[in-house]
């Protein structure tokens, strides 16, 4: 069975959705997974990976500052040490840095925003898109070590830590006693007048309108 080496970025412990996705396309090929943490808080993120599905999490320490160069070196070496055939990590800012970095000191080709990875008899197979997704390549790797980096949603995500169970609601005891219901007096619940209820302001009676004068009958004159 072959091995891969993932470098797994994280933000205060808590590893990022595209490492978490670069590892679960790795444990699609079937190869054992040793995921890499370093930086500060990388002992809550190495708590966190125990059970998102590697085969161990490898804690690089002793680094005061962040530096690619020293990183990349520390993880070639990890390469090298381990036997193993597969670099992976996630096609962001801190991932295309390091990346390139690692593949020039193991000698490999690097694919970078592959969008598949498959297993092809002793190494891997990839697609990645060129000319702006208007072409689909399909590459293999004649170098010792496949490296590669995975594009950001193109593979599902692999849960970093088992959710605790959701807490239940509390339930009333049944012995409660229920509160009183309160009772309404005769003045609390009288309604009001129809005009009052529709009026709240007293309602003057409107004047009659005038009657116009009869008609007068028309003189007759004399002939």
């Known amino acids: 069975m072959s091995k891969a080496i993932l470098f797994i970025e994280h933000v205060a412990g808590d590893p990022r959705r595209a490492s978490l996705e670069c590892l679960s396309a790795a444990l699609s090929t079937g190869a054992e997974v040793t995921a890499v943490v370093t930086g500060p808080d990388s002992d809550a993120a190495a708590t966190a990976l ?41 096609a962001t800012a801190t991932g295309k840095d390091i990346a390139p970095r690692v593949a020039a000191h193991l000698d490999s080709t690097l694919f970078s925003s592959v969008t598949t990875l498959e297993s092809a008899g002793d190494s891997l197979q990839t697609q ?34 088992t959710p605790p169970p959701p807490t239940p609601p509390e339930q009333p005891s049944p012995t409660a006693t229920p509160p009183p219901v309160p009772h309404l007096t005769a003045a609390q619940t009288a309604t009001p007048h129809a005009h009052e209820a529709a009026h709240p302001f007293p309602v003057r009676p409107r004047p009659p309108c005038p009657q116009p004068p009869p008609p007068t009958a028309a003189p007759t004159l004399a002939s």
């Open 128 to 161: 990645r898109p060129w000319l702006a997704g208007k072409v689909i390549a399909t590459c293999t790797s004649a170098s010792p070590v496949f490296c590669a980096t995975t594009r950001p949603n193109a593979f599902p995500s692999a849960p970093p830590a």
């Open 50 to 90: 125990s059970t998102s599905g590697a085969t161990q999490v490898c804690h690089l320490t002793g680094a005061e500052s962040w530096s690619p160069d020293r990183t990349a070196t520390d993880l070639a070496r990890l390469v090298t040490e381990t036997g193993a055939t597969i670099f992976l990590a996630a």
